[in-house]
């Protein structure tokens, strides 16, 4: 359905892998598949997600001695997401980021995530 789960605000320097770190969490239900793109290509991630019983679909960089093979069709999926950062950023104060703290601009991204959850259900 491409809707959020979980957000957390990093440096806009902070590169993927911290990203997904810091959203990582016990408490979330094991994803059979993780999806993204190749900013998230490390083995500490696939490691990670295999770890939890999950396949990655992750394409390699250009740099990867070694290419690993990703199935295509399912990669296909990650527009959903990408239609999930769409839909976010349809709220002007988000997109532009009007909030001057990390906590008040996190705390609007909660309300818009919970605006598209409601909007999902109640159709």
Not at 6 to 11: P, S
Not at 14 to 29: C, I, N, Q, R
Not at 43 to 65: C, L, M, Q, Y
Not at 95 to 113: E, M, N
């Amino acid at each position: 359905m491409g809707l959020p789960v979980r957000a957390e605000i990093t440096g806009g320097e902070v590169s993927d892998y911290k990203g997904h770190d810091a959203l990582v969490d016990e408490d979330l239900p094991d994803a059979k598949v993780f999806i993204a793109d190749k900013g998230y290509d490390s083995d500490h991630i696939r490691a990670t997600v295999e770890k939890r019983g999950g396949a990655s679909v992750i394409p390699s960089r250009s740099n990867r001695k070694q290419a690993i093979p990703i199935d295509g069709f399912v990669y296909t999926l990650r527009n959903q997401i990408e239609r999930c950062f769409n839909k976010l950023k349809c709220s002007r104060r988000l997109a532009t980021r009007y909030d001057k703290t990390a906590a008040s601009y996190l705390g609007f991204i909660h309300i818009v995530a919970a605006r598209l959850w409601f909007r999902s259900l109640s159709t």
